[in-house]
């Protein structure tokens, strides 16, 4: 397969063109660090790798905004911003190697979302490449944005398959004062969603909330018990409050999140042939959600939010009854139909979007767990 690793706009622009015009199929790709996600992407004849375009374009810190190329690695970008004291509350899985497009295209949030919203809710601006060579922008450098239909919204969690990602505008956050994580932990799954109840009815407003189960918490260095991780961010008399309406609570190192952050990468590297079902639910589910997977899946989840990720060592399959997906197969994997098995009501909204943008279908085919 031949491989094109563009330098800015211009060269992307002349990439796209020339393969919509001989009808070549394109893999769109970053740093590939999440081939397993969304499904495989089918045999290409080119692939298009954004990583050579990593420059930062525009960012001044008295703003709290930044606009930088998709090719631009996460890693690097949030060291750059600590240096000025700010940050982008994204906390994505493989933050070691993902790249800003990368991680728009698989909408990939972290722990903080609580808090701080998704990587969607932090975008003000972007500049995307289509098939026919046309660069489409949406939004800009401030942070209050809403004129015009927000293709950003539409191109985050596309996978690539409707266009290139080029430029993102972020609006940044200054860097909290301190941090400090609290761990509690009970032998009932009842007990701890309790607790969770509590804490999301009272005036605490913790950045992160997120449970293990005992598979998932001895994985994570824990004890094997079920667990409620919550992170506060702030000043010494925010924590203090923390502390004292914690009580009982065990405080923890936050190098925690670090290992919550990539469980789902290490877990990947661990078992090839394992998955990762993806599971929305409202928060009041949450716990009879999981009673319904696998024993000995590993759980993690965004217990304020209502998302769960399941990680089992072989075959899986989307419990009945919730609106869910197996967002990580091994590449082998032939039925990709099943990995969404009740894509919902709109779907052929997005066939619509999808014939729109791509009539040909040449873009990242496969992708969208092989729906798109």
């Keep these: 397969m031949k491989v094109e690793s563009p330098g800015s706009i211009s060269e992307l622009v002349e990439v796209m063109r020339d393969c919509q015009s001989n009808k070549k199929r394109i893999e769109i790709a970053g740093a590939r660090s999440k081939q397993r996600m969304g499904g495989a992407v089918a045999e290409s004849d080119i692939r298009i790798e954004t990583r050579g375009m990593g420059k930062v374009l525009a960012y001044d810190p008295r703003d709290l905004t930044i606009s930088v190329e998709a090719g631009i690695k996460y890693a690097d970008l949030r060291a750059m911003l600590a240096e000025k004291k700010q940050f982008l509350p994204i906390e994505p899985a493989f933050a070691g190697a993902a790249t800003v497009g990368g991680i728009l295209a698989t909408h990939s949030s972290g722990h903080r979302r609580r808090l701080f919203g998704t990587v969607r809710d932090l975008v003000i601006g ?83 909330v997120d449970y293990l189960n005992p598979v998932a918490a001895s994985q994570a260095g824990l004890p094997g018990r079920h667990s409620l991780l919550v992170e506060a961010l702030g000043s010494e008399t925010v924590l203090a409050r923390y502390q004292r309406e914690l009580a009982g609570w065990r405080v923890i190192e936050n190098t925690i999140w670090d290992e919550v952050r990539e469980f789902t990468p290490q877990w990947l590297s661990a078992y090839p042939s394992g998955h990762v079902v993806r599971v929305s639910v409202q928060l009041q589910e949450m716990e009879a959600a999981i009673a319904k997977l696998p024993p000995d899946a590993a759980v993690v989840g965004r217990a304020g939010n209502g998302v769960l990720l399941a990680h089992t060592t072989g075959a899986a399959a989307p419990p009945a009854g919730f609106k869910a997906v197996i967002e990580f197969s091994p590449a082998q994997r032939q039925e990709a139909e099943y990995l969404w098995p009740a894509p919902g009501d709109d779907f052929f909204l997005m066939k619509k979007i999808k014939d729109y943008f791509d009539p040909d279908g040449l873009l990242n085919a496969g992708r969208l767990y092989g729906r798109i």
């Excluded at 909290?176 to 309790?194: D, H, I, K, M, T």
């Design 126 to 208: 972007m500049k995307v490449v289509t098939l026919r060579g046309r660069v489409v922008e949406s939004g800009g450098m401030v942070v209050k944005n809403v004129a015009g239909l927000d293709f950003a919204k539409l191109m985050t969690g596309s996978f690539g398959t409707l266009a290139a990602i080029a430029t993102v505008n972020f609006k940044l956050m200054p860097a909290p004062a301190g941090a400090r994580s609290f761990l509690y932990q009970n032998a009932s799954v009842g007990e701890v969603f309790g607790k969770r109840n509590e804490l999301l009815k009272g005036v605490l407003q913790p950045a992160s």
